[in-house]
């Protein structure tokens, strides 16, 4: 079983920039790769940046060269270094670890809102 827990969220000024931490408990592997989703009202969830185990990252299109994830060497903590931020980004963040098994956070709120 694996918990993960969220920090970070809030609100932010157009052009300001947050940072997002998930803190895992259990049982993380290092190759279990972790990542970050978010959810806007009336809108599916969607993958915002993930790392593997390995250190491989990807990104959705709509935050490369804004968001930055990255995790520690124990592998029990991801972060998410949002810059840059417009409203569009504006949503519910979820950290997420998958492998073995899916698990996901309970989400933090990020508003940008001037």
């Known amino acids: 079983q694996v918990h993960l827990v969220e920090s970070g969220g809030g609100l932010a000024q157009p052009g300001g920039s947050l940072r997002l931490s998930c803190e895992a408990s259990g049982r993380i592997l290092s190759f279990t790769t972790m990542g970050w989703y978010r959810q806007a009202p009336g809108i599916q969830r969607e993958s915002v940046a993930v790392i593997t185990g390995g250190g491989i990252t990807r990104y959705a299109d709509f935050v490369k060269g804004r968001f930055t994830i990255s995790r520690d060497k124990a592998h029990r903590r991801v972060y998410l270094q949002m810059n840059s931020l417009n409203p569009e980004d504006t949503a519910v963040y979820y950290c997420?670890?998958?492998?073995?098994?899916?698990?996901w956070g309970q989400g933090t709120q990020v508003t940008v809102s001037s």
């Open positions: 997420n670890a998958r492998g073995p098994g899916e698990y």
